[in-house]
């Protein structure tokens, strides 16, 4: 039977109430309200994050110990497949919810965010969008369930941001492949049951010779490198997936062969929407703690609230804040319309992660000595924000997408 979220059932009930006209805010004529299914969702999600992650996130990253007990649990709220179907476990939601839902974690703890990211918008997504009903089955309802867990492996040790320029092959056997090569800064590595691989298959072909191949975990042939020691998100596993003779089945291939550039080119456009708002949260976080902070810690007789040079940082977090906020916003409710939203999710993560970090790094100037201590959570997100400007396209790879898209749209 298929499994009801407990997110998709308040859903169902506040529409009930208030009908399906709140289901999202438009794109054209723009409601800066959100509607009751979206207040819903961001208060459920932040009370989660306020009770489940704030209290253990330090400890977490300290021990480098992944959240199994909190992703469970974001598994029992439908978090987990948030804009899947719920005929395939999810919970039946839009790109915007998702872009709520992913702040608030994220809010209370960046490595359970990022978590809930990869296999929202960089496993199930793609599966959804080019699987077969047999693949749907098998490879997306019990991960949109958060019953297993998936990850995705694109980028290479050599290749970076070239995402073309795929070493590992996948060569053709019978009715199988068998991967060779390397697959590097994998987030979920250990923990996931099943990777999105994108394999050269026909060398000839460059870019259009790269196919997605589902690989399951554990499987013969896939070993994993070590664990990172990383700065940030420490709580999450990031490791180099390892192919030495890995056979997989034809059935496998996700879409056709030699549509992987395509697949995942198209995975990274939503996947910006999620870090986006991943950084949103660290940046709220750290906004939140300077504000908390600066009215309690007194100087010259009185809150440091009251000096103009705390309160022009307060000022300047709480703007690079909202304005990201509108472009994630933006970016999710032109996914949701069907529209083009390549330029704008670029620009959502691209803004959103640099206020994660600006944010982060004013946040300890406000707390002084206690914003560099571990007794407070200020060091932990600027950590945290640094990662934000670097995976799933870098600031640059950002700029260039942005200015690519603007030359095409106003070409001579």
Known sequence: LRRVTMISHLIRQCRGRFGPSVSRITVRNVSFQ??????????????FAEEELKPVAGQLDRDHAFPAAQVEKLGELGLMGVAVPEEYGGAGLDALAYAIAMEEISRGCASTGVIMSVNNSLYCDPVLKFGTEAQKEEWLTPY??????????????????????AST?????????????????????????????????????????????????????????????????????????????CRV????????????????????????????????GIAQASLDEAVRYAQQREAFGAPISKLQSIQAKIADMALRVESARLLTYRAACLKDAK?????????????????????????????????????????????DARITEIYEGTSEIQRLVIAAQMIKENSL
């Open 144 to 165: 949109a369930t958060g019953e297993k867990l998936g990850c995705f492996a694109l980028s290479e040790p050599g290749n970076g941001s070239d995402a073309a320029a």
């Open 34 to 47: 959100l509607s009751e299914t979206h207040e819903l969702i961001r208060n459920t999600c932040r009370e």
């Open 249 to 280: 089945g034809h059935e496998n291939i996700l879409g056709e062969p030699g549509m992987g550039f395509k697949i995942a080119m198209m995975t990274l456009d939503g996947g910006r929407i999620g870090i986006a708002a991943q950084a949103l």
């Open 169 to 245: 092959t996948a060569r053709a056997d019978g009715e199988s492949y068998i991967l060779n090569g390397a697959k590097a800064w994998i987030t979920n590595g250990y923990e996931a049951h099943a990777a999105v691989v994108f394999a050269t298959t026909d060398k000839e072909k460059k870019h259009r010779g790269i196919s997605a191949i589902l690989v399951p975990k554990p499987t013969e042939g896939l070993s994993l490198g070590k664990k990172e020691d990383k700065l940030g998100i420490r709580a999450s596993s990031t490791c180099t997936l390892n192919f030495d003779e």
């Open 339 to 383: 529209q083009p939203f390549t330029k704008e999710a670029a620009m959502a993560k691209l803004a959103a992660s640099e206020t994660a970090t600006f944010a982060a790094h004013q946040a300890i100037q406000v707390c002084g000595g206690m914003g560099y201590v571990t007794d407070m959570p200020c060091e932990r997100h600027y950590r």
